[in-house]
């Protein structure tokens, strides 16, 4: 039982007014956890040589190259959206993939079914990102577009795939597809023309807020301008990327791995170019455009999570047979196959650490002593109300929060699914009922901001005495 004793320091006067009988003194039990458990557990890599591995497997040293290729110096956004762009760019080539399978045995409807939701996911969050740039006064018009309109609708030789249209009253159109992209390609095959065709007309549904579009082959009705796709995301040399040291394999599973992860990881550098943002954004006291960020973030997590469930689609009896090709092996430690990627490690890490821009947020100082100095202007904030934006931002922390733990939960539950209990742990961790591997660590650990907890704690009892005692007061009456 915690004695928060501040009424009368912040909210004395509305007490007094709205609810005499309550007294001044509100006992609120807020649970504090004990031990060892109250200390947020650290996230480490796996040793060097399996997080090694997992880059080479991956071919991640290549695709970062791609990804911090710095083509447009003046277009801010770059580092944000391009790897967003070039994980939907390898989902079109994943469905390709799936499409391809000869196996009778694959469940290639529920694979359509996903891979359309990815991509249209991720064009959700590319449509942010794209919004979000055109608000930001210093960023807008910085993006590297294509002008479709032309007085005589001429086509250049390079650009044989456009189309030439026009609305009355206004200037010839030209809308191009990009030459390089697999999705039009993707919209010419009979397999895939089908979701290939919605997939273009989520681009075309996402992007309408946006100033310009992709150029992939979306009708774009407005007019739009479209993206320099093509020198943005690079396709060609992406999907040269295609193949790895292991393709002798044969499993056809080794390339659903292989691309999933390759979609996973493009999201874990966007989430790290947020996550630099967002932190900048906040110590500038830009308050709005950083909760901005930190819901990106949050959907981010969640896309990872989407992604990692695409593993439940494996056959299971391939995948194992290809785990052991690829000698992947199980640690007897506490770890866990994620932790192998040092990119989602640090996004982990750097998630958690946000908890402490908090007192800048509210514009106090830690108290050395351990008294509620914080609690008491988070609460404080949440009553009055004048600085909403500042709310807006803690939420989101919050939301970020409950993202990564999620994230986590999920992971645990797909290894099990996906490798078994018992295999899925070193032989011993899952299938015990024991806590104490890295995974359940995370997402059972206490809150990252136990001050905005314990206002919101306070807050909640507050109006529980406010309400009964207006209730008392009714039934006098």
Not at 42 to 50: K, L, R
Not at 72 to 84: A, M, T, Y
Not at 131 to 145: C, L
Not at 252 to 266: D, V
Request: proline share 5%; with cysteine.
């Amino acid at each position: 039982m915690v004695d928060l004793d501040w009424e009368a320091k912040m909210v004395a006067s509305e007490i007094s007014n709205k609810s005499p009988s309550v007294s001044n003194k509100l006992n609120v039990a807020i649970p504090t956890p004990l031990g060892p458990s109250n200390i947020l557990s650290p996230v480490v890599t796996s040793s060097a040589s399996a997080c090694s591995a997992y880059e080479h497997y991956f071919r991640l040293p290549e695709l970062r190259k791609l990804w911090r290729s710095r083509d447009f110096p003046d277009w801010r956004n770059e580092p944000v959206l391009k790897p967003g762009l070039q994980a939907l760019e390898i989902t079109f080539r994943f469905l390709s993939i799936v499409l391809s399978d000869p196996r009778p045995y694959a469940n290639t409807r529920e694979w359509k079914r996903r891979l359309e939701s990815l991509a249209t996911s991720q064009m959700e969050l590319i449509a942010m990102l794209c919004e979000d740039e055109h608000e930001d006064g210093e960023a807008r018009g910085t993006a590297p577009i294509v002008d479709l309109r032309s007085s005589s609708g001429v086509l250049a030789r390079a650009d044989s795939s456009a189309e030439v249209w026009s609305v009355p009253g206004e200037a010839t159109v030209v809308n191009r597809a990009s030459e390089a992209s697999l999705l039009p390609r993707l919209a010419a095959w009979h397999k895939s023309e089908e979701v290939a065709q919605k997939i273009l007309y989520s681009i075309e549904c996402e992007m309408r807020s946006c100033p310009y579009s992709l150029g992939l082959g979306e009708p774009n009705l407005a007019g739009k301008p479209n993206l320099d796709y093509d020198a943005v995301c690079k396709p060609n040399e992406l999907h040269a990327l295609k193949r790895t040291a292991y393709d002798h394999i044969e499993n056809h599973e080794n390339q659903t791995l292989y691309t999933s992860h390759q979609i996973l990881e493009s999201w874990i550098q966007t989430a790290q170019e947020l996550l630099k943002r967002i932190v900048e954004r906040t110590e500038g006291k830009d308050f709005r455009k950083a909760s901005s960020d930190c819901y990106l973030l949050e959907r981010i997590w969640k896309l990872l999570a989407e992604i990692e469930d695409l593993h439940l689609l494996m056959d299971p009896d391939d995948f194992l047979h290809l785990k052991s090709q690829l000698q992947i092996k199980s640690v007897p430690e506490t770890e866990a196959f994620c932790f192998r990627s040092t990119g989602l490690v640090e996004i982990t890490k750097l998630s958690k650490e946000l908890k402490h821009k908090v007192p800048l947020i509210l514009g106090v100082e830690v108290d050395p002593k351990g008294g509620p100095r914080i609690q008491d202007a988070a609460m404080r904030l949440y009553m009055e109300k004048r600085e909403f934006e500042k709310i807006h931002l803690l939420q989101a922390l919050q939301a970020i929060e409950a993202a990564v733990k999620s994230f986590f939960f999920a992971y645990k539950q797909v290894l099990v699914v996906v490798m078994g209990s018992l295999e899925a742990k070193g032989n011993r961790m899952v299938a015990s009922s024991d806590s104490s591997d890295s995974l359940s660590q995370i997402f059972l650990e206490p809150t990252y901001y136990p001050s905005l907890d314990a206002a919101k704690t306070f807050l909640g009892e507050f109006w529980s005495h406010e309400r009964g005692a207006s209730g008392m007061s009714w039934r006098r009456k």
